[in-house]
């Protein structure tokens, strides 16, 4: 069952990927328009400016 729906998911026409990294990759995941919950979990202060971001765009969230 979980592969047909992973499956199904996969086949969505409208299903794109972009790959970022670093610093603004974080910031840019953790504030898109389409991002309703945030988990923060990078180690250290890596992480704080996307965290940050993340509350003042207005996404729920939990950070560990």
């Given at each position: 069952m979980r592969r047909r729906c992973a499956a199904d998911w996969l086949a969505r026409e409208s299903l794109r990927f972009e790959v970022?990294?670093?610093?603004?990759?974080?910031?840019?995941?953790?504030?898109?328009s389409e991002?309703?919950?945030?988990?923060?979990?990078?180690?250290?202060?890596?992480g704080l400016e996307a965290t940050y971001e993340a509350v003042r765009a207005g996404k729920d969230?939990?950070?560990?």
């Open positions: 970022v990294d670093g610093a603004a990759g974080t910031v840019r995941v953790a504030t898109h991002v309703d919950f945030v988990v923060s979990a990078i180690v250290g202060v890596s969230g939990w950070a560990g």
